[in-house]
């Protein structure tokens, strides 16, 4: 029987390691490789969807559903939220500020016509901040209820701006509807005459709001 020399052994195993080892270098490679660009890919296709759906949500619920920026006034006929009131709510609104104007008041306006869709996410935004559907009725109508969704009442901002419709309002139809709520203001047109009716406690007394 014919035997292979020890070193000759020694150099086959070598010959024969050799493709093996070759094949681990190019897979340590290739890992190498992705590992180094898959963070990259990774983030930005996990950030992008993200940033777009941000995007989408403001466009969607932003002021063409009502959301009003700061410094709003009852004159800015560009904002839908104030463009899209009850003309008669409105035109009262506007002849209180001008004479509101004469005592340096300004009536800003935190609220006012709201999307259903709008409506409906601060509803559930307030359900979420008040633990049940039964607290938050008492800050948030529904959309089928809210007087905000048909245009009806608008909510003012600044202490100064409701301190003078506290004592001036009702000369102009504008009256404070929620005891709870002293910024949210609907139009009462005998209230000229008779002054604003009895406010209800809150939205939930206010039979409207069982429809």
Not at 122 to 146: C, D, F, I, M
Not at 191 to 198: E, F, L, Q, S, Y
């Amino acid at each position: 029987m014919n035997q292979t020399p020890p070193s000759a052994r020694i150099k086959i195993r070598r010959i024969r390691w050799l493709p093996v080892v070759g094949l681990v270098v190019v897979i340590a490679a290739i890992i190498a490789a992705l590992g180094y660009q898959l963070p990259k890919s990774s983030s930005s296709s996990t950030a992008s969807p993200l940033n777009t759906l941000r995007v989408e949500h403001r466009g969607e619920l932003g002021e063409a559903d009502g959301a009003v920026p700061d410094g709003v006034t009852v004159f800015d006929d560009e904002i839908p939220a104030v463009a899209n009131l009850d003309p008669d709510l409105l035109k009262a609104l506007r002849q209180a500020a001008t004479d509101a104007a004469d005592n340096g008041v300004e009536l800003y306006v935190n609220s006012g016509w709201r999307s259903p869709e709008y409506q409906n996410q601060l509803l559930r935004e307030a359900v979420s901040k008040h633990g049940s559907e039964e607290e938050a009725a008492r800050w948030v109508a529904t959309a089928t209820t809210s007087p905000h969704v048909s245009g009806d009442a608008v909510d003012l901002g600044h202490s100064d701006t409701t301190a003078w419709l506290s004592k001036h309002g009702a000369e102009y139809g504008l009256c404070q509807i929620y005891r709870n709520e002293p910024w949210h203001y609907e139009l009462r047109t005998n209230a000229t005459d008779r002054g604003c009716p009895r406010m209800y406690a809150d939205p939930t007394r206010d039979p409207r709001m069982q429809q």
